[in-house]
Structure formats: C-alpha cells, structure tokens
C-alpha cells in the first residue's frame, strides 16, 4: 500500500531536529518523514492520503521473547492463570474436561501455588479426580513444572523406578518414592510432552489466525520465538504461502545443535521474514518453582540453591561449538549464580560479537557480574511485565537480593543491549503493558509503591526495547526498528501519545493500527479510511 499518513506525531527512534508529522510508505518501505504535506504530495502524488488527527506513530513493535506456536495451539485449552485458590482451579478443570473424548489429551497452562489464597502444590491423584481415564498435563505459569496425571504417568512409563534426569526432578513421595504428579525442567517433563497429541493441522492453523489477531491488536508486527520444532516447520509453511504476517526470528532447541551444523544452517539463514537466530539452551530452572539457580540459598532454606539444568562445563561446549559453526545462542538463566554461569562460558567459549548471542530472562545479576556481562557484548533479553508480576516472589524467596533483580537501568547505563519480550504465554503479548511495567514498575492500575524506583526507564528507551532492541538483536538493525528512509514500513499506531500522557496511564494507551510491510492488518473501529 503506498500511503502517506499526516498530522501525526511521528516517534522514528532517531534523533531528529525537529519531530516530525508525517511519514510516507511507498510498497514496503518508508519513503520519507518530515512536516512539509505539500512536499510529500509533490513527491508523491499517487498516494493515498491518511489524516490521523493527531495520533502518535512509532516502529512496529516487536516481541522478543515468545512461545508463539505454543501459545497459540493452547489457546484452546484450559488456563488457569488467575484462579485463587486450589479449589478454583479443580472446578475449571473438571469443566473443561466434562464430555471430552475418553482419550483426549487435557492440556492447560497457568497455575500457581505461590498466588493461591493458600500454598498447595497439587498432585496426580487430586488431577485425577477431575480428568477421569483421560491423560492430564498442565504447565504451571511459569512453565517450569508440569502437573500430570496419573495417566499420564503410565503413558510416559515414569514411576518409582524411574530416575530422575541430568537437569530435571521428579516429585516422589518420600516413603514410597512415587512420582507425586509433578515433573520440573524440561528435562524432568519432557518424556510427557513428547506423547502429547497436538491439535491437528487445521485446528493449529485457525488458532494461529486468532493469535496473530491478537498480536496485531496489541501493536506487535514481528517477535523472536524459542519454540519446539515444529514451530520453525509451520513457520516455514505460512511463509512459503505468504500468510506468516510477521517478522520472525526463530530460535532451535539446542539438542538440534547437530543437525544444524549438519546442514549448514547458520544465524541469518532465510529473509526479511523469516530467519534463524540460532539456538536456546537452559542454565536453570525459575523463581516461582524455586529453581532458579543461586549463588545462596532461598530464604527459609538452607540448602536449596536452585536447579542446575546444565553445567558451567556443558554449557561452554555447546555454546563453544554453535559460535564455530556461526550460531548464536540464547540461554534461560534467571537465578544469579545461573547469570554467572553463563557470563564465564561465554568468557571461556570466545566467539564473534556479530553473532549477537543473549542471556534470556536475566532476572538476578551480581552487581560484580554487570562489568563482566558488558565486555562479553552478550544482549539481556527481559521481559519488563515480570518485574511487577513476580515481586511478592522475589521478596519472599530472594529479600534484599531483590535489589539486583530486573536492573534495566543499571543495564543501560553500562552499555548492555537490552531487548524486551513478554515470555507468552507466561506473560500476555503485549508491548504496550512491557513498556508500562518498564517506566513505572509496578503493574496496570496497581497503586502504591514502584519496585526499587531508581531503575526505571524513560518512555523512550522502553520502547526502544521492543524496537531497536529486537532489531539489533536480530541482525537487523541497518533496516529495521527504526523509522526512517529505506527501513521497512512495519509501523504501530497509537491513539493516545505516550511520551506525553501520563507515566502511571501508560497501560490504558490503546492502538488505533498496526501496519506490516506497508499494509494495514489491523485497524481499530475510529481509525480514519483514506482521503
């Protein structure tokens, strides 16, 4: 669509001598930025013209941090996120699960022991009670422990016997030694997952229809994925028939390490749309399952220091072969003792900086670590809406340590690229919540004090995160994230202004349209049609 949109307040992400009113798109790319109308129509006559009477517009914004395929494929399934107490969410299950097929998978997502009205971590025999014969497995918010049923158990061929995995625990009853019904680490559930039956063809792709409705509402006109395998195979798919829609950079688990290699693939292998950016590896666990891997203990224990998913040893080999063979790494790390792990194999594996490795999550770093993080060139991939979600955790399983935790600031100011993600569906796909939780830390509407203030962020760098980060992150920062000439026309609208409106409003701004590749793929009901 060639277009010029007009009486604007156009935010390039670029400094500017003066703010600029218009922005003109000329078949996927931005043609020009200015204030002159009259030279805009002079240059190009043919466009349509669009008055938006005053709305803000900034780059598209950019999730860097998804489980996209996931989310989308369960958004079918039952979400527990926001229950209060136990019983809330046996009631949902049991609803959910009334009139299912006898072998059909129940499948869900969201609870939480640390946010029921009353800490109780559930078992298979209680998810028995409300699943009947049929096989049960629901990931906790975090994704960090998987609460199975006792079919399920079967299936997976997990019991008493079976041995808990390098990385990953099996809960046990302590006499007995039976699997209680909860797995954690991806090591530790992964032998249910594999046998979990996925919606078929036609079903992912109408939930991925609706997902991509989803994101575009919210602004979002690319993201970064770390799903499993057959992400990248749909992916390719929709691409092939040009109907992806967004700009992805995908990520393979590590345990494709060699396959890659095999084939040559390498971080950058596709196009504009789709690419790889290489591959996802775990240090540790996460701090809502108390795994998340520590330089001291958690309080109220002596002896739990986290989840070791990989050790300092395995992770510089993996991470020492995939730069070899030009790939980039993304590694989970969230404890601070994972954070250092990783920060000293990187140190000990060497590789090009180009290759844009990361450290995903971040959530806790040594302040004696922040020097070592920079000179690596290692990007942070946060996601901002964690800090306030999380911080009646970090307060009650971290104390005082909670200082070093989600230090944005502290990270700009030493020169650490920072790039921002939501982690959904652990968190909503929703930048404009990222950039609130990022400026004002603490949540949407939530009164009272601001978690540890003084490593807020400007408006400005917040959204920096979901656009200049990603695009740096991604290899792509000569030809996007940014507003200006040449760069590609991905392009988020907003109806309020949110660099003038108020800090604490930030999370009620709403998008007028989202834009991709110079086309319109979503418009909310007050948007202007041309002139």
């Not at 517009?57 to 369960?74: E, Q, R």
């Not at 079967?154 to 625990?169: F, N, S």
């Not at 099996?170 to 979990?196: A, H, Q, S």
Request: proline letters at 6%; one cysteine or more; charged letters at 25%.
């Amino acid at each position: 669509m060639n277009v010029i949109l007009y009486n604007g307040r156009v935010y390039p992400q670029a400094r500017m001598a003066r703010r600029p009113t218009l922005i003109a798109l000329t078949g996927g790319k931005i043609a020009m930025i200015g204030e002159e109308l009259s030279d805009a129509k002079r240059r190009f006559p043919r466009h349509r013209m669009i008055d938006l009477d005053g709305r803000a517009v900034i780059p598209g914004l950019v999730d860097s941090h998804t489980h996209f395929y996931f989310w989308a494929i369960t958004l079918g399934a039952v979400h527990l996120d926001g229950t209060v107490d136990f019983d809330a969410a046996l009631k949902i299950i049991a609803a959910y699960s009334a009139g299912r097929a006898e072998d059909e998978w129940i499948i869900g997502d969201g609870w939480s022991p640390d946010r029921w009205a009353s800490y109780h971590l559930p078992t298979a025999a209680e998810l028995d009670r409300v699943t009947g014969n049929r096989p049960a497995a629901l990931f906790s918010k975090d994704e960090h422990m998987l609460w199975v049923n006792s079919r399920a158990l079967r299936m997976a061929g997990i019991d008493e016997r079976y041995p808990d995995p390098p990385g990953g625990v099996i809960d046990r009853d302590p006499v007995t030694r039976r699997p209680t019904g909860i797995l954690r680490e991806v090591p530790g559930y992964f032998p249910v997952v594999k046998i979990i039956t996925h919606p078929k063809a036609q079903s992912v792709t109408r939930f991925l229809k609706e997902a991509a409705e989803i994101a575009y509402r919210r602004g979002v006109t690319g993201f970064h994925s770390v799903d499993g395998p057959d992400a990248w195979e749909f992916f390719q798919t929709l691409h092939g028939q040009g109907r992806l829609g967004f700009r992805v950079q995908y990520y393979f688990p590590a345990a494709k390490l060699d396959e890659l290699i095999d084939q040559g693939i390498v971080s950058g292998t596709g196009d504009e749309t789709l690419r790889v950016g290489g591959i996802k590896l775990f240090s540790d666990g996460s701090l809502g399952a108390q795994s998340a891997l520590m330089k001291r203990p958690y309080r109220g224990s002596r002896d739990n220091y986290g989840v070791e998913v990989n050790s300092l040893s395995a992770l510089t080999a993996v991470i020492g072969k995939a730069s070899r063979h030009d790939l980039a790494c993304a590694v989970h790390a969230i404890g601070d003792q994972a954070v250092a792990n990783v920060i000293t194999a990187f140190e000990r594996a060497g590789g090009e900086r180009d290759l844009r490795h990361r450290i995903e999550h971040l959530q806790l770093i040594s302040a004696a670590d922040v020097p070592r993080l920079r000179k690596t060139g290692i990007i942070a991939s946060m996601q901002p809406t964690h800090c306030p979600s999380d911080r009646k955790l970090v307060a009650a399983y971290w104390g005082g340590r909670g200082k070093q935790a989600y230090i944005f600031k502290t990270l700009l100011r030493w020169g650490v690229p920072l790039t921002f993600g939501s982690d959904v569906p652990i968190e909503p796909l929703d930048p404009l919540a990222g950039i609130h939780a990022a400026v004002n830390r603490n949540g949407q509407g939530e009164r009272g004090g601001r978690f540890y203030p003084e490593e807020c962020l400007t408006v400005a760098q917040a959204i920096a995160g979901f656009t200049v980060g990603p695009a740096y992150a991604s290899g792509r920062e000569s030809f996007s994230g940014r507003l200006l000439p040449e760069y590609q026309a991905d392009v988020t609208i907003l109806n309020d202004d949110i660099y003038t409106m108020p800090l604490s409003r930030i999370y009620a701004a709403s998008v007028a349209a989202t834009m991709f590749d110079g086309r319109f793929v979503w418009r909310d009901s007050s948007f202007p049609d041309a002139d």
